[in-house]
Every structure is written in C-alpha cells, then in structure tokens.
C-alpha cells in the first residue's frame, strides 16, 4: 500500500469511528442497570427496555409511527410511479420544473416545509389529523420513491413492452405484466427507503402532530425536553433497530450501492 493509500485508510477509519461512536455509545447505555446515563454499564439489563414496554405514550407513539410510515410510503409509491414514467420516458415542455417539483421537498427546509404544512392543514381543517400528517409524510418523503423509480425507469427494456403489444396486449395489461414486474425493484427499494424517512422524520412532524398523532421521534424529543434518562437511549435503540433491519431489507432486494450510484449490478 503507498504512503497516500495509508492516509486514505486512516482518514476513512477515523471518519467510520466519528460516524459510528455516537451510535454504540447510545446503543451500550440502552443496557445500563442504572437510573442515570453512565458509560461503562454496571452489568447488561434490559430494565429500560421493559420500561418502555409498560410506557402507554412510548408503545402508542411506536404503533403510529409503524402506520405512518406504511400508509405515507405506499401513497408516495403510488404517486411517484406514473410521475417517475412520465419523466424517465417521454420529453415534453415542463419535463425539467416537473423533475424539479418532485424533488423540491429535498430542497426546501424542513422548518419551512413544517410551516407550510401547518398553516395549509389548517385552512382545509385537517390540522391534527393522522390523514393530514400521512399526506404531508407522502410529500416529505415521495423523492426517496422518485430516486429509485427514475434509476429503474432507466433501466426498462422497452423491447419487452413492444412484445406484449404486437401480442395484441392492451395498455394496462402490458403495464400489469410487463411493466410492473420491470419496476418492481425499484418500487420495493423507493418504499422501504420512504419508510425509513417517515419513521424518523421530525422536524415536519413536530409542526403538524397533535397528542393524539404523536410519532415516536417527537415522543422522544419531548421526553428529552423534561428529563433525560437511559429510557431516552432504549428508545433510540429500537429506531436503530428498526432502520437497520429496513436497510438490510433494502440492500438484499435492491442493494444500497445503487441506491447513491443509480447503476445497475
């Protein structure tokens, strides 16, 4: 290895280290016996996680986060797959402010996009409501599915649509069999990457959430605002948990490589 490569190597280690330390810190104390925030643990326990089984706000908060994020990515998935065709396929007047459009929610602040969200559930009276809160996820989120579908629209062989046709398949059904199939990868892996951002998403959340719609995360952040205890870390270890086994998911069905890369394996 040459004397660049071993610089490389160190810068990428430490930057793996800075990266990762917060995230075994927090995942050590989630196993601490103790009342209190320490680091060694006295000893593994899982005394804060039965916490948070008996916790009635804890539990309620997860199971809406857990719906949340299925109805907000299965919406932004049906959303974005006529949207990704449209701008993958054809070339049309507005394709570019169209492109840019579906992807503005990446672009604009979340602070900004929470307020918007707000004042505008508000004037159509749904301020509060989980259908509220799952169609401003959808548009929070819907990028992520239009990353993924634009790679796979990339990669549709039109010679197998061109067939169904000339078999004297309608439109849908040459959609239904061959289409669909075709996108189906780039369907999955946009839905569990959507999802991932709805269960962790809070900035957006904390504007337009009521008591009775409260997300995990912004239970999380209030609890941290009134106390701070190894409860916190138990619950951060369950987001951990349940992000890590959608990644691993995602990377089986579609491989997190293409995810930033958009090529194909």
Not at 209 to 222: E, I, K, M, Y
Request: glycine letters at 8%; a positive charge; charged letters at 10%.
């Amino acid at each position: 290895m040459t004397r660049i490569g071993w610089l490389a190597g160190a810068f990428h280690l430490a930057f793996i280290a800075f990266m990762l330390a917060p995230l075994v810190v927090v995942a050590l104390v989630a196993f601490t016996p103790d009342g209190y925030l320490s680091l060694p643990v006295h000893g593994p326990s899982l005394r804060w996680f039965r916490a948070l089984l008996v916790d009635p706000d804890f539990v309620r908060s997860f199971w809406i986060s857990i719906r949340l994020g299925l109805l907000s990515a299965t919406l932004a998935a049906v959303v974005m797959v006529p949207a990704a065709l449209a701008i993958g396929r054809y070339r049309f007047f507005g394709r570019e402010a169209l492109t840019a459009f579906v992807m503005s929610p990446l672009m604009v602040p979340t602070v900004v996009l929470g307020v918007a969200f707000l004042r505008f559930l508000t004037l159509i009276g749904l301020q509060g409501t989980f259908v509220g809160l799952v169609a401003c996820h959808a548009i929070v989120i819907g990028p992520y599915v239009a990353r993924m579908l634009l790679a796979a629209v990339a990669g549709l062989d039109q010679n197998v649509e061109r067939a169904a046709v000339s078999l004297g398949a309608s439109r849908f059904t040459t959609f239904r069999r061959a289409t669909a199939p075709m996108l189906l990868p780039g369907i999955v892996g946009g839905w569990l990457l959507a999802f991932i951002a709805s269960f962790d998403e809070l900035t957006v959340t904390i504007f337009i959430a009521s008591p009775q719609t409260t997300t995990l995360p912004v239970r999380l952040f209030s609890h941290i605002a009134e106390t701070t205890d190894p409860l916190v870390a138990s619950v951060s270890a369950v987001i951990m948990a349940v992000t890590t086994l959608v990644l691993l998911t995602l990377d089986r069905l579609y491989g997190v490589d293409r995810l930033f890369a958009g090529g194909r394996r």
